[in-house]
């Protein structure tokens, strides 16, 4: 990469999981670079940087996106929610994080951030739109079909996001936007 110049860098204004953050970046960083290396926000994780594996997703205004694709610069004043902005501080974890421990929806737990970030979008996209939500097994899949598992827990991430969907867990999907 080219050296970067005052030319090449732009201030950049976010609201990431409740706090509002301020830092210069090279125009050429994405925006999970941007929280990894800049906020020190490591839950997103870095798998393949191309956008084919899900292990990096976040909600940028509340809706699911691969932070390894988009430029930080360019998400200046949304509101970003990662992993560590999902559950609550008063109330505890998120009640998704609850059912993946409920039913040991993972492994090495590389893919959990993702997986976790979008689960909770998808419930906001369903809870935003009940009608046209496919919450079944298959929908389900379907929809976070993007977040890749090389563990293979699918079926046990599928459970989890159904017992929420379902309010087993106590919890409406509240959609968990920041
Ligand atoms: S790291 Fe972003 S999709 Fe794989
Ligand atoms: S739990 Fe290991 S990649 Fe999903």
């Known amino acids: 990469m080219a050296r970067s110049t005052p030319e090449t860098r732009s201030r950049v204004r976010l609201h990431v999981n409740g706090e ?5 970046v090279d125009h050429r960083v994405t925006l999970l670079d941007l929280l990894r290396e800049h906020l020190g926000l490591t839950g997103a994780k870095k798998g393949c940087d191309h956008g084919q594996c899900g292990a990096c997703t976040v909600l ?15 998400q200046d004043g949304t509101r970003v929610t990662t992993v560590e902005g999902l559950g609550d501080g008063a109330r505890g974890p998120h009640p998704l994080q609850e059912a993946f421990l409920e039913r040991d929806a993972f492994q090495c737990g590389y893919c959990t951030p993702g997986q976790l970030c979008s689960a909770a979008g998808l419930l906001a996209e369903a809870a935003a739109d009940p009608r046209s ?25 599928v459970d989890a996001v159904r017992d929420v969907a379902a309010g087993s867990r106590g919890a409406a999907p509240e959609g968990v936007v920041a």
């Open 133 to 157: 939500a496919d919450l079944s097994r298959d929908g389900i899949a379907e929809a976070m079909s993007g977040n890749l598992c090389r563990c293979g827990a699918y079926p046990r991430i």
């Open 60 to 74: 940028v205004d509340g809706r699911r996106a691969n932070s390894c694709l988009l430029l930080a610069v360019a």
């Open 20 to 24: 509002q953050y301020e830092r210069d």
